[in-house]
């Protein structure tokens, strides 16, 4: 399959992200730097839960590219909506490489899945 790779990666760093998250947020939080408002423990959880759960769905993904197209464009949304929200957030208190590094790497996997889509969708001519 031909984004197989793509899915599997993008499943292992929202899976590897949320778990660490997860289970090390007392050390991590400090290196993070990030606002007091968003470490809550129950908005920590949330966060958590969500980022696991869509790292699943890649996993869906990368065994069925084409069967699982909605949850790719969801997926796209996601990362994008993580992506310009933590950068508004982080740039209005305080940017920190760690949080930047983060949020860019969710960057580059929305384009790559726009890639991907727009690749597929397109129909031959003939």
Known sequence: MEYKRL???????NIGLGG???LFYERLLPLL?????ITSPLFL???VALVITFGIGYYWVSRDFKGN???V???VIGKLLVFFTGLYWTT???CSLPVLA???GDFIFAVLFIVAIRKTMRVPAG
């Not at 899915?7 to 760093?13: E, I, K, S, T, Y």
């Open 92 to 94: 209005k208190n305080g």
């Open 45 to 47: 959880s949330e966060v």
């Open 73 to 75: 464009k969801l997926g």
């Open 33 to 37: 730097k990030m606002p007091e408002a």
């Open 102 to 104: 983060l949020l860019s």
């Open 20 to 22: 660490s998250l997860g």
């Open 7 to 13: 899915f599997q990666a993008a499943a292992v760093w």
């Open 69 to 71: 197209i909605p949850i």
